[in-house]
């Protein structure tokens, strides 16, 4: 839920990394022993678990990108490194070119991801990389 409020995506595979962390905390360990080994979150355990806590598998309707604070004090600095090269390696600017639409993925958000039951709208941080 946590993770929910800051608009982050929670999906199946992050449940159960986050269960099996769980299980392996001292006081859970004391309490049933290490079963984090035997431990199988399968797809039963999940739908059980998420019907327990209200939880939803649903697509998302909201997406939005928050640029990095410090996002203009790097565009300088990656400026002022582009002129350092220029004059240092002595290009001229007619060899410099802008290469447009490389894909980098930084992360890829799903379509679905787990939810509480009866919101309207499902909003997920993002890079902007839905397209991909």
């Known amino acids: 839920m946590k993770q929910r409020k800051k608009g982050l995506a929670v999906t ?13 905390e001292p006081d859970m360990v004391d309490i049933y022993g290490n079963v984090a080994e035997d431990f199988k979150t399968s797809n039963r355990w999940i739908s059980v678990f998420m019907k327990r806590y209200k939880l939803a598998w649903q697509r998302h309707t909201k997406i939005s990108q928050k640029l ?16 350092y090269l220029r004059t240092d390696k002595y290009f001229d600017l007619c060899n410099i070119i802008n290469m447009d639409e490389i894909s980098i993925w930084f992360n890829m958000t799903g379509n679905f991801i787990i939810n509480q039951k ?8 993002s890079i902007s990389n839905e397209k991909n």
Do not use: N, W
């Open 12 to 24: 199946y595979a992050i449940l159960r990394i986050k269960m099996l962390d769980i299980l392996k």
């Open 68 to 83: 990095p604070v410090q996002t203009q004090e790097l565009l300088e600095s990656f400026r002022k490194f582009v002129i």
């Open 118 to 125: 009866g919101d309207k709208t499902i909003h997920i941080c």
